[in-house]
Nanobody
Framework: QVQLVQSGGGLVQAGGSLRLSCAAS????????MGWFRQAPGKEREFVAA????????YYADSIKDRFTISRDDAKNTLYLQMNSLKPEDTAVYYC????????????????????WGQGTQVTVSS
């Protein structure tokens, strides 16, 4: 059984930075696409960033492009989201996710692509 355990997050002032981590357990292969999504109160879960199964390609939502960076450390089975220049509108619960199948190459921005989800972590940006 794959498990994703998130850490990081918290309260930060506008313009500040935070780093989220997502540690995967229950499998040894690194050939899985992974992503970050977020959900603000009263809104649907939305795509934030994704990284391909090989780690060679990254994808970002327009709203966070050039401010957030997704990365992975396959030796540690850990996914990261570095968030800089945070804005109050970035306030949300952030979720990491991964696929069950290896070598997935499409629909990285869709929630239905992912089979396993982290527990979520609150990010609050004050103005």
């Amino acid at each position: 059984q794959v498990q994703l355990v998130q850490s990081g997050g918290g309260l930060v002032q506008a313009g500040g930075s935070l780093r989220l981590s997502c540690a995967a357990s229950g499998r040894t292969s690194s050939n899985y696409a992974m992503g970050w999504f977020r959900q603000a109160p009263g809104k649907e879960r939305e795509f934030v960033a994704a990284i391909s199964w090989s780690g060679g390609s990254t994808y970002y939502a327009d709203s966070i492009k050039d401010r957030f960076t997704i990365s992975r450390d396959d030796a540690k089975n850990t996914l990261y989201l570095q968030m800089n220049s945070l804005k109050p509108e970035d306030t949300a619960v952030y979720y990491c996710a991964t696929t069950e199948r290896r070598f997935v190459t499409r629909d990285y921005r869709a929630t239905y692509t992912y089979d396993y989800w982290g527990q979520g972590t609150q990010v609050t940006v004050s103005s």
